[in-house]
Nanobody, 130 residues
Framework: QLQLVESGGGLVQPGGSLRLSCAVSGYTRDDVALIIGWFRQAPGKEREGVSCISKISGITKYADSVKGRFTVSRDNTKATTYLQMNSLKPEDTAVYYC?????????????????????WGQGTQVTVSS
């Protein structure tokens, strides 16, 4: 079983930056099939896919809404995935979740509600406001 814990959320001004972390535990060195997706959900809104990264290749995918502003990366030695968020906008305000699936690669379209992801963190709040 996999466990995920997000951290790094908080309050930031528009145009500011924030880095979220997703610590993953419960897998072994032989568990090479693993992707980590980032999702967000604002109150009253549907959950939205943000990004995805493959453990084995490091190849990343981004939703159009964050492309060019957000960067996802991973440190396999720390079993941690990061979401670097720059040029933040008020519309980025949401609870951000990381999720895991036992796949080798991310799908081409990351704009998903999270179907196929079996393991989820509990989320971290990101608020972008002046």
């Amino acid at each position: 079983q996999l466990q995920l814990v997000e951290s790094g959320g908080g309050l930031v001004q528009p145009g500011g930056s924030l880095r979220l972390s997703c610590a993953v535990s419960g897998y072994t060195r032989d568990d090479v099939a693993l992707i980590i997706g980032w999702f967000r959900q604002a109150p009253g809104k549907e959950r939205e896919g943000v990004s995805c990264i493959s453990k084995i290749s490091g190849i990343t995918k981004y939703a159009d809404s964050v492309k060019g502003r957000f960067t996802v990366s991973r440190d396999n030695t720390k079993a941690t995935t990061y979401l670097q968020m720059n040029s933040l906008k008020p519309e980025d305000t949401a609870v951000y979740y990381c999720a895991a699936a036992r796949r080798y690669y991310c799908s081409g379209d990351v704009s998903t509600s999270g179907v196929g992801y079996d393991y989820w963190g509990q989320g971290t709040q990101v608020t972008v406001s002046s």
